[in-house]
């Protein structure tokens, strides 16, 4: 599982594949208040980041890696 | 290599050879629908097939040459011969990519940019013949206006990082990249995808739509784009992206355009006295010193102000590239203006510009009249633009660079531009191109009432009534295009259930089979040998009886097996003919001749092994003809001839024989220059120079070593030529003669057997052995009585039906050590062949019956016995050596 779905957290872990998309998606439905960990994800597909662009969650910790961390930043910090 | 691929290749090859045939035919009738329609179609399924594979080098060719013909299609773009070599090309391209894919199964990456080059063009003649219409290909493609807002969206970090490189020679690259809605599906990342980009510098994910309510998102269907910035090689990026070249749009990047600084607009120290200061430092090519005043400047501001980033542009450039005087000038100046620094003009100049060129505005009255006319040619383009239909999804982008490419004209010629603004904004809120439509009427019609260059103008006002008329039909045409699209459609599905008829089977598995009928008909041939071993040796005559009888019936199927197999074999003359329109073009232009080409006789048939071996010869001949035969049109017209020289390949039937015949009406063959020529080259020596015969000498030209070409060309001239056609027409039982006026023309004949699976042969015994001689050579039989033969100068000689006909023993030639056996009437038999023009006696002991024999060429080392053309099984299981007179002499 490259998802963990805690309470109101979503955690994400190392590569999250295309496939988790979908349930992320459900989640974020049923949690509109839920906060997304990235501190250890590695790498999303990008499905996954487009849901996460589109629901706007919380993101309560980025991942260390400058360049990766800088396109996510880029991408889903509200400009 | 897979079925499907087998497949792909061999219709692939079959289609381009269509397409060929097509563009050719299209070149006297360019205005032929059906042609065309059908031009469309093959180019269309061949593309459709390469994209089953990953040959993304070939579909982007056969895409842009689709794209190309669909314009043609819709008279958007006239069908020019340019354009029909520019495509020609492309098929000679795919043809190679065809080639290397059957050797290695793949295409090498080497032909990435050819085939980007090929696909540009094509996509050149679009665009460039008619301005505009940048299609659906370049959904992705980024206006002016839109690449500098993005380019100022990147941080000023990774922007100092991109013009070092840029500085050090590096080019830069904007890419958009917007991968289709179902990409996910074909298991591609995009966001891994960006990140891997070479030389990547920055990038982003941007939505492409405002994102709907999370009930309504599919997250599967890709809605993102993304901007890249690049400093790499244009190849390596393309390379990058061979597979999904029109998701992305790739635009240089002038450095220029990064020096933008950014930041909060207001406060800080005062400037003035520091751009004095600066200024002189930068007369006085003070850089050190130019670089330390804007770092104490720097630190007395507040990093994140509009100044503070503009110092730090000046710091850099100072540290980077002192010597863009006018650059850091203009960065100083900007501190004054508190504007972003103008360097639209330097980026034409480049880095030579002097240093006290004049800002743009004061250039305005010093504009050469060359580079008006340049611009008002840029004012009409635009008018062409506004003339498309508003009907499509990109129309605001349009508007957009449109507006933007008026006003720099407009800023050029020193002119005012906030009209061009408020047609714009109108244009975009009304969804339509009428507004600067009209404005630019307006303008040009000012333009030509003051009459400046009433030359440049007038194009414009009439292109601008043009442009009004247009609209209305422009969505008409593309109705039409929609119509013919679905009728395409139909139109294949029926023709898809035709073709299923039409069985293609590859060659070896015919071979095969033909093969197996061979050894069915000598099977066949040994049952008259059982019956009459069941009679002779076993006394069972009933048997024996019966025995024939089913070898009557299954005689009469193996005959019609192999006559069935023969005509699946059987190929049309067509089959060769149809490469030569394309190469007596290509040749014929290359040569500056004017031929004509007429190919007679198409649908003769004939084994596809002769009809192969035809191919090369044909080809020597017809370059040959066209080379040295048909002469240049002006030497033609002196000669009283018609200027366009006449090319004719005539094919036909004479019973089992095929005729061919090239013949054209060039300058014939000369035999005195033959002679000549033939004596220098040692082909001939003196005393047959004296009396050859110009028939004779004519057909020197097929002696090995000859060519009478003064320089060797790549067309011919290489001397080998015409031995190579004899040797290969000999090869396949064929014959080969020249017939030459000087002056008016030469004709070439061939003949050649319709089939070469059955040879007719004569058996024939000698010193207790039997051969086999192929009946086509066989002139006649006779016995002669010893006393008709003479002996003349030790060569045994007789006369038949008054001429002299030389005698030589079998066993002679074959070095058996045995005199031939002469009968009881005291008779020798003499076989008459012909051997060449001449003919031979053959002195043998006994002749026997004639049959059809299934010849088979002599295996390995073997095959370097010249003197015999092969071996047959007969049906008692013997195996016949079947002679070839022509190599025994």
Redesign the interface.
Known sequence: MSIEYQNMTAKFDGFVS?DE??Q??QW??EN?KGCVNLADCR?????????L???KPAIIAWPDDV??CG?LT??LESK | MTPLLKQFIQEGRDFLQGIAGKLIELEKAPDSVALMTELFRFVHTLKGNSGLFEFPEMTRVLHAGEDLLDAVRDKRVPFTQQLADQLLDAMDFVSMLFDEIETHESVNMSHVEPSNELAETLRALIIGEKCADPGPVASASLTVADSLDLLANIPEKQRFEAWRRANSGEPLFLIVYRPEAECFFKGEDPLHQVQQVPGLLWGSVVARNTWPPLTELDCYSCQLDFHLLVAAKRNAVDEFFRYTPEQISIDAVDAYDLVTPEGHPNGGPVYGDFVAEALTLLDNRDYSGLAMAARTMLELSSPEQWLSSALRWLQLIVEEAPHQQELLRRVIGSLNTLQKPDLADLKTAGLAIPVEATPSVAATTSLSTENLEKIHKIISVQAEILALSDAVDWLPGRLKSVAATLKACLASLGEAAEEIDDALRRALAENSARFLREWLKAYLKNQTAIAIDTTAIQQPAGLTEQAQGLPEQAPALTEQAQNLEVENKFGRRSEDTQLSKVLKVDQEKIDRLMDLIGEMVVAKNSLPYLANRAEVQFGVREISREIKAQYAVINRIAEEMQDAIMQVRMTPVSFVFQRFPRMVRDISRKLGKEVELLLEGGETEADKNIIEALADPLMHIVRNSLDHGLETPDVREAAGKPRTGRLILRASQESDRVLLEIIDDGRGINPAVIKQKAYEKGVIDEATLERISDQDAINLVFAAGFSTAEAVSDLSGRGVGMDVVRSAIDKVGGAVSLNSQTGKGTTLSMSLPLSMAVTNVMIIESDRQIFGVPMDLVVETVRLPLAEIQTIKRQKTTVLRGSIVPLVALNELLEINAEPLANADNELAVLVVRVGNEQAGLLVDNFREVVDVILKPLPGELARLKSYAGTALLGDGSVLMVLNPKELF
């Not at chain 1, 790498?43 to 849901?51: E, G």
Request: charged residues 10%; negative net charge.
């Open positions: 295309v998309a979908d992320l998606l974020l439905q509109p790498h999303m597909h990008a499905a996954n980041l487009q849901v662009m589109a629901a360049g990766w396109w880029d991408a």
